[in-house]
């Protein structure tokens, strides 16, 4: 049986793109839905165009009534990806997904993670500390903001003339690299 993926994604996508594409024909893996609480988000369009079935969730909904569990009990879903999805996880999917839950955080974890720190936001701190290095972390996902197990990490250089732009755009390059393969490794590994 493959083993189902939920893609939790907010942004413009551009990850939920690459693994899309990177899962597309494999025989192991499927990306079966995509869960995003902006409605104006790139991935939705992503999704669309890839017919990936996806949900709008409400905040509130989401948080009191754990208002996505029901579409992930008919996909039968397996894992869940976070991909920019920023808001903190329920422990009600924590506990009913163990290890089974990875996110992909902008920089080298433990540094410049926690609450608030995200996106644009941790390239501007690490240009402004300058930082001789940068990179990605892939981790499990726990109870707490970007602090659950590392799985992956990789690096980058930080230059000189580097923006935060410029920086998300080094980074982007690795994350669209790594993190498909490092989800397909642990999938086959956790089965
Ligand atoms: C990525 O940089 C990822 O590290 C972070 O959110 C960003 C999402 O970008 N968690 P995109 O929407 O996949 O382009």
């Known amino acids: 049986m493959k083993k189902k ?5 907010s942004g413009a996508g551009s990850n939920a793109k690459a ?11 499927s990306i079966e839905l995509i869960v995003c609480n902006k409605s104006e988000a790139g991935v939705l369009k992503i ?6 079935s996806s949900i709008l969730v ?9 208002s996505c569990l029901p579409a992930l009990k008919v996909a039968k879903i397996d894992f869940i990806i976070l991909a920019g999805f920023l808001w903190k996880i329920p422990e009600v ?7 089974r839950i990875i996110n992909i955080h902008p920089a080298l974890l433990p540094k410049y993670g926690g609450k608030g720190m995200y996106g644009q936001k941790v390239h501007a701190a ?20 970007d602090h659950g197990q590392i799985i992956f990490q990789a690096k980058c250089a930080v230059l000189e003339t580097d ?3 410029t920086l998300a755009a080094r980074i982007h390059q690795l994350e669209h690299k790594h993190y ?6 642990v999938i086959s590994k956790l089965g």
């Open 19 to 29: 693994i899309i594409e990177h899962f597309q024909n494999n025989s192991e893996v």
């Open 58 to 66: 409400d905040k509130e909904l989401f948080f009191s009534k754990n």
């Open 5 to 9: 993926i939920a893609l939790f994604a």
């Open 180 to 185: 498909s393969e490092i989800i397909e490794k």
């Open 126 to 145: 690490i240009i402004a500390n300058q930082e001789k290095e940068s990179g990605i972390t892939i981790h499990y996902v726990d109870e707490k903001y």
């Open 93 to 99: 999917l924590i506990q009913g997904f163990p290890d």
């Open 163 to 165: 923006t935060p732009d």
């Open 47 to 52: 999704a669309e165009n890839h017919k990936i």
